[in-house]
């Protein structure tokens, strides 16, 4: 422990940022906020001139224009060319979420316009990920004139050029980092090209989709193919682009902090009847937050893809019959139970895997007997646990499927492409901080020393130091405090829910509840008493150390619970600093 720098239990660096009063002061006399707001505001780094627009967000003011995007005017023209000869259009979806509403978005949005589409969401297991050309052919010959890949396509190389072949026109809609040569389409529009300028490469892929709408209904209106008064508000929509958003854990920073604030209200109205029927079966009853779509909705959506079928999710989200609706979400619902089954077979076995690489700086981890569709959430979940970015592999003979999460500093994505360039991969690509890929078995060690070097070259890029935005006392930590931060809500990816140090306290009544969480009452000088929790950490260095001292620094969210009418604040601890 140095200054305002602390060594955790957790072999973290937790830092304390000195703030500017002069910052302060500013921002509590131009916006009319609190002094409370300000520090966390400024703790941030957020610049002073912008503040206001971090803590309204307008989508006015943080998107450009859509045309802006490379190849958006290529896109627009060929799908309103489609629109007035009556083209019959395919949507290609990936089956994770972000594929999913990117499909409804347009689905919803070109039925409204006058065309009423296919979505095609391939098998996981039995077609994996992206397009292929069994898929293709089979929309070619279902009379397909035009598809538009969602969420996927920007690495398709082989199965775009077999497009060409066939003569069936393919727009790409993807948000994936491509490599530097892109494949061959009628419009590739994604944000992360190396040659698009508009910096919008934190939007997920239903950020592109909505954005495409937006040109697309311009155009039509423009032309004289649609009437304005005639059509609904793009915003009707936005509900389906925040739970994309927040569910592909994309930053939610510039253009994505205002569709997620708006699309939360939007999605309050409950208008999406897949969406309702979902809030029902889940019990949902509050005013949605990032927390109900990324944890709730999310994996309830995806579960479909991962265990069940993969277009589920699709149907659910653009279906207008309500009893259809009743029936997948309380179908997807049974699903997300077996996948948490699968799922935690699968981290129980990775993260003994893991212990047996704990020298290495990313983690390959693989099995035979691990199912597929829950290797992405388990790659997250060891990510938490051991602080380095992991790549987890279901082993299946000649093709192997993996998925990746990474941390701050170590883009696993551009690290995929360049073990797919170098022959180590069959298939691969993904962003910053998330991959997929495909395998051969034979070359697993092969990917974990090329993988292992290239982190070593990025290592210094790691974030070590992890940010504690105030620190607080138990006496000042009331409930009418912490209901301020709703301004700057949405917190996700980019915007972290704020994380307080209460120094110097006794713990008291430190007690195991349920089967993995520890529960305690924290008190300092003050005298006054806070309830804490600690999730999942029983038998980790976390749980050894709050069951053994009973005088440290405690690190957390403070959250707000109510029990008989009465508010009170409870911390979740996320660490510790011995004294």
């Given amino acids: 422990m140095n200054g305002n720098y602390y060594n955790s239990v957790k072999k973290k660096i937790w830092s304390l940022k000195d703030i500017e009063e002069r910052k302060v002061n500013k921002l509590v006399q131009d916006l009319q906020i609190s002094d409370f707001l300000a520090r966390i505001i400024c703790a941030r780094s957020i610049d002073i001139d912008k503040a206001e627009i971090y803590l309204y967000p307008s989508l006015r003011e943080t998107l450009p224009s859509p045309l802006s995007i490379k190849d958006m005017a290529k896109a627009v023209d060929r799908i309103s060319k489609a629109f007035i000869s009556k083209e019959k259009i395919a949507i290609f979806g990936d089956y994770d979420v972000d594929g999913a509403t990117s499909s409804a978005v347009l689905y919803k949005s070109f039925k409204q316009f006058g065309i009423e589409p296919v979505i095609y969401i391939p098998d996981r297991q039995k077609e994996g990920y992206g397009p292929n050309t069994k898929a293709f052919k089979y929309l070619k010959d279902q009379g397909i004139d035009l598809v538009i890949t969602v969420d996927c396509g920007i690495t398709a190389f082989k199965e775009l050029a077999f497009a060409k072949e066939i003569n069936l026109d393919v727009i790409v809609v993807d948000h994936h980092v491509p490599e530097a040569k892109l494949p061959e389409a009628i419009a590739l529009v994604n944000p992360n090209r190396i040659d698009d300028n508009t910096d919008l490469g934190m939007l997920a892929a239903v950020g592109v989709s909505f954005m495409l709408i937006g040109a697309l209904k311009n155009n039509l209106v423009n032309i004289g193919f649609l009437k304005e008064k005639d059509t609904q508000s793009l915003s009707s929509v936005l509900d389906l682009v925040a739970l994309g958003t927040i569910c592909d854990v994309v930053p939610l920073i510039g253009p994505n902090r205002a569709l997620v604030r708006h699309g939360l209200k939007i999605m309050s109205k409950r208008q999406n009847i897949g969406l309702n029927a979902l809030f029902k079966v889940s019990e949902i009853e509050d005013f949605p937050s990032v927390f109900h779509a990324g944890f709730i909705l999310g994996p309830r959506i995806n579960a479909g893809g991962r265990v069940g079928e993969s277009d589920l999710g699709a149907k659910l ?52 007997s691990w199912h597929p569709g829950v290797i992405g959430i388990v790659a997250s979940r060891i990510v938490e646990q051991f602080n380095k970015p992991a790549i987890i592999i279901a082993e299946n003979g000649g093709e192997s499927k993996g998925s990746g ?8 994505g551009g690290m995929i492409t360049a073990a797919k360039q170098s022959g180590i991969l069959i298939n691969g690509g993904g962003h910053p901080m998330a991959c997929g890929l495909t395998i051969d078995k034979e070359k697993i060690n092969d990917l974990r020393i090329f993988l292992n070097n290239k982190v070593r070259n990025q290592v210094k ?27 700057i809500e949405p917190f996700g990816a980019g915007n972290p829910e704020p994380k307080f140090i209460i120094k110097d306290v006794n713990l008291f009544s430190v007690k195991i509840v349920g089967e993995k969480h520890i529960k305690c009452i924290i008190s300092d000088s003050s005298n006054r008493r ?29 959250k707000i619970s109510e029990w008989n009418g009465r508010e009170s604040l409870q911390m979740h601890i996320e660490d510790v600093i011995e004294l």
């Fill in 530 to 558: 806070l309830n804490g929790i600690a999730f999942r950490s029983v038998g980790t260095s976390l749980g050894k150390s709050l069951l053994n001292n009973y005088y440290v620094h405690v690190i957390g969210k403070l």
């Fill in 317 to 368: 989200l653009t279906t207008n019959n309500e009893q259809c609706a009743k029936e997948i979400s309380i179908r997807l619902n049974l699903l997300n139970e077996e996948r948490k089954k699968l799922e935690s077979y699968v981290l129980e076995a990775a993260s003994r895997m893991a212990e047996n690489y704990h020298h290495n700086d990313i983690l390959i981890l693989n099995g035979d």
């Fill in 461 to 487: 890029n790691i974030k070590k130091e992890h940010f504690v935005d105030m620190a607080v006392s138990v006496g000042g930590a009331i409930p009418d405090l912490i209901k301020q931060l709703s301004l």
């Fill in 405 to 412: 999460r990474s941390v701050s500093g170590i883009d696993i």
